[in-house]
Every structure is written in structure tokens, then in C-alpha cells.
């Protein structure tokens, strides 16, 4: 963007100002290239498209769903806080991270402090760190130990572009690290010597998300022995597989000769369920439910207006919670693919969801640099979606306001989503 800024002062400066001796043009220069380099939106040329947008997203920004804790900057990931419960731990395009306590909007002071946006985060229950990859193609560190007491450490490098996701585990009892980067490259990282044991290749785009298989766990455990399947998704649009050992990493056979195609375009976010089948999301507009009995054929699809962000699910509701780049947070019924409640809050791309309250609740984080948090419990989602109904009846206020707000009037799908809370009530 900065050289078109410079190209078009460049033309204008040569061709529609040539007497530019003259004090009136060397001030109209003046004007010009401090434009150039301006971040007001007055200082661009806008479609009238753009500038009703911009008008929507302001008036938007002042409503209260979700109750949002606003931070400075544009937040790119979250991640629950393991240490303390009822907090967030989020990624910001300042390059920082910090703590979010949902309850009383406290946010820590940042625990790491980078030069560049923060992409992804991941935590290491074996040596108590946070991890967060960063667009300087380095991973940070911050150790977090129960005390509170926070000891940064040297950051990891290897990467030859943007670090994209993260994913902290455990070999032979060892704190393992797995990235991914824009690089097209799976890294496998020990810990304990902060060196890479393994480099793999076989994307052809940016790494996006991992997910462990939960079947290639021994029986009866929970975290990964000596060994794990490891799920890889990509801007290829394609998912492949991997064994992962402390001596050893390579792509399954099976994924070599054809990996998972489940999707037009990329994809952004992978998640197993209890029954180790995969759902995932995608710039196809679509989040999918893929049955691994049925050779990871997709036998629910959940339709979006845009790219799909992220998704989630809660096993004790039944429920998938989606985020999308139009804003919204969708919740589902995980067995029919039922559209149950829309929240709308957000002004701004919806980037990342992490589950709370043994899944009772969701929070959501955005371009917006809002953390919002939401309700899975079907009570409190016919209570929305009533209040809803009443702000476009105008019981809370007129229609027009209402809609400005954000809350606006509810649409055909959002009508028929409170009939089916209520049925379920009754």
C-alpha cells in the first residue's frame, strides 16, 4: 500500500503540479505527501460503499452485547488462561499479550512485547510458557509460573515467514512445540533445548492450524506417549497427516498419496470431537463436520455469507460455535447442522473463539479489539434473541436506534431460531 501512496505523490507531484517552484504548489506537495502517509481514513479517496461502512461500524461500536472488554489494538488470537480460571490470555496486533479477566474487565499488563503483529498462542503445560508466534517469523516466550511471577526468554527462530499457529504437547514426558508458518513449513521444537527436532514440508501454502488425533493416544490416556498423529491445515485447502516421535517425524503414506480435501480454499481452524471425527472452517464459507468412518467425508456443512474464522465445539450442549468475517458469532446444533442463535456484537471481523464454564460459554475475540463473551445455555439464548425482538419493536428504544446500535431488527433466520428455543422451552 505505502508505495501506491508514494506513486500516486509521485504522478502528482510531476504531472498535475508542474510549476512547483512556486510556494502555492510546494505547500499543495506538502499537503499531499503528509496524506500520503496518513492512517485517517479523511485523508483517502472512498466509495460511498466504503464511507456507509465506516458510518455502520462506528454506530455499531457503541453496543453492549457481550458485554465488551475493550483493549487497545487488534486482537489475533486467544487461548484460555490456564492458570487463572475466568481469564483470557489474547494476541494483539501491537505485538503484546495479555491476561483478560471476563469477570471484572481487568487486563493484566502485557507479558511479552514484540516488534510485530502476534498471530497465534499456545501453552506449554510442561514448563509453565506461554508461547506466541509473531509476523518477525520468531516465537516469544513469556514463563508463567502459578506465583505470577513472569521470566521472558529469548525468542525461537527458524522460520523464514510470518509464524502462523502454534500447538504445545508432550513426547516421553518432554514439553514439545509444533509451528507452523507462511513459510509452508511444520517445525517440531524441544523445549527443553528450545531447538528444532524436526522440519517438515509437504504444504504448498501457509500452515494455518493443528490438531492432534485423539485416537492415536494409548488407551486410556489422554496426552500423547511416545508418539502422535498430528492434523495439519492449510492455505492449500488440504489437511494432511503426520507421525510425530522425539526421534522421528514423517507423513503418514496414506496423506502423501491423498490428503484431505474437504474444501474449495483455505482452511483456517481444525478441531476433533469425543468421537475423534473433525470439524473444520474455512474461506469457503463453510464450517464442516468430517467422519473419519466414512474417509473424512463431510456429513454436515454449515453455510456463511464469508470466510469462516474459527470453530468449536461443546460436547455437553451439543453444540459448534462458529466465528465469521461478517461479524457474528453462530451457534449450531452439532447433530441436525441447525442454525440456534446468531450474536451479533462485534463490529469487525470475528478472529478467534475459546470455550469457558465446562463449555456453558464461549467468548469470542475480534478485529474489533473486543473480547465479548456469550451464553450456550438455550434459556439465555431465547432471552437474546427476545431482546432482540424487542429493540426492532422498539420496546427498548426506537427501531432506528436499535438497529444502529447493533442490534436491529431480527431477520427471517433469526425469527425462526427464537421459535425453536421456545419449542424447546415448552
Given at each position: 500500500m505505502e508505495h501506491i501512496k508514494r506513486d500516486i505523490f509521485v504522478y502528482l507531484r510531476f504531472s498535475l503540479l508542474p510549476n512547483a517552484d512556486n510556494d502555492q504548489s510546494v505547500d499543495s506537495i506538502d499537503r499531499i505527501d503528509k496524506m500520503s502517509r496518513s492512517n485517517d481514513s479523511g485523508h483517502y479517496f472512498q466509495t460511498s460503499d466504503s464511507l456507509a461502512t465506516s458510518e455502520r461500524k462506528a454506530v455499531k461500536a457503541k453496543n453492549k452485547h457481550g458485554e465488551p472488554i475493550k483493549l487497545p489494538s487488534k486482537i489475533l488470537a486467544a487461548h484460555r488462561d490456564p492458570v487463572k480460571p475466568g481469564s483470557v490470555l489474547i494476541a494483539e496486533a501491537a505485538g503484546q499479550t495479555k491476561t483478560v479477566h471476563l469477570e471484572n474487565a481487568e487486563i493484566s499488563r502485557p507479558s511479552m512485547n514484540a516488534t510485530a503483529p502476534l498471530?497465534?498462542?499456545?501453552?506449554?503445560?510442561?514448563?509453565?510458557?506461554?508461547y506466541a508466534g509473531c509476523w518477525d517469523k520468531h516465537i516469544y516466550s513469556s514463563q508463567i509460573p502459578p506465583s505470577g511471577t513472569q521470566v521472558v526468554t529469548s525468542p525461537l527462530k527458524s522460520h523464514t515467514d510470518f509464524v502462523k499457529c502454534l500447538l504445545a504437547t508432550s513426547l516421553h514426558?518432554?514439553?514439545?512445540?509444533?509451528?507452523?508458518?507462511?513459510?509452508?513449513?511444520?517445525?517440531?521444537?524441544?523445549?527443553?533445548?528450545?531447538q528444532p527436532i524436526h522440519k517438515l514440508k509437504g504444504h504448498t501454502k501457509a500452515l494455518q492450524d493443528f490438531a492432534i488425533d485423539p485416537l492415536s493416544f494409548p488407551e486410556g490416556c489422554s496426552e500423547p506417549q511416545d508418539s502422535?498423529?498430528?492434523?495439519?491445515?492449510?492455505?492449500?485447502?488440504?489437511?494432511?497427516?503426520?507421525?510425530?516421535?522425539?526421534?522421528?517425524?514423517?507423513e503418514l503414506s496414506e496423506s502423501i498419496e491423498k490428503p484431505i480435501l474437504a474444501h474449495e480454499t483455505s482452511i483456517y481452524k481444525i478441531t476433533f470431537d469425543q468421537e475423534g471425527d473433525l470439524w473444520t472452517a474455512s474461506a469457503d464459507k463453510t464450517?464442516?463436520?468430517?467422519?473419519?468412518?466414512?474417509?473424512?467425508?463431510?456429513?454436515?456443512m454449515l453455510q456463511h455469507p464469508d470466510f469462516v474464522k474459527d470453530v468449536v465445539v461443546s460436547e455437553s450442549a451439543g453444540l459448534v460455535v462458529t466465528a465469521c468475517r461478517d461479524e457474528e458469532v453462530r451457534v449450531w446444533d452439532a447433530s441436525s447442522g441447525d442454525l440456534v442463535?446468531?450474536?451479533?456484537?462485534?463490529?469487525?471481523?470475528?478472529?478467534?473463539?475459546?470455550?469457558?464454564?465446562?463449555d456453558r460459554k464461549v467468548v469470542s475475540v475480534s478485529i474489533d479489539g473486543t473480547v465479548r463473551q456469550w451464553s450456550l445455555e438455550r434459556g439465555d439464548m431465547a432471552k437474546y434473541l427476545e431482546q432482540r425482538r424487542k429493540e426492532r419493536d422498539g420496546e427498548e428504544g426506537s427501531s432506528a436506534g436499535a438497529e444502529k446500535s447493533g442490534g436491529g431488527m431480527l431477520t427471517a433466520e433469526e425469527e425462526a431460531e427464537l421459535a425453536d428455543l421456545m419449542d424447546d422451552d415448552d
Open positions: 498471530t497465534s498462542l499456545a501453552y506449554s503445560r510442561g514448563n509453565a510458557t506461554l514426558g518432554q514439553p514439545v512445540l509444533i509451528s507452523g508458518g507462511a513459510d509452508a513449513q511444520i517445525i517440531v521444537w524441544n523445549l527443553a533445548t528450545s502422535f498423529i498430528l492434523f495439519s491445515a492449510s492455505s492449500d485447502r488440504e489437511i494432511r497427516r503426520w507421525h510425530i516421535a522425539i526421534d522421528s517425524a514423517h464450517a464442516k463436520h468430517l467422519v473419519r468412518s466414512r474417509g473424512w467425508e463431510a456429513d454436515t442463535c446468531t450474536y451479533s456484537g462485534h463490529y469487525e471481523e470475528v478472529t478467534g473463539l475459546v470455550m469457558m464454564d465446562s
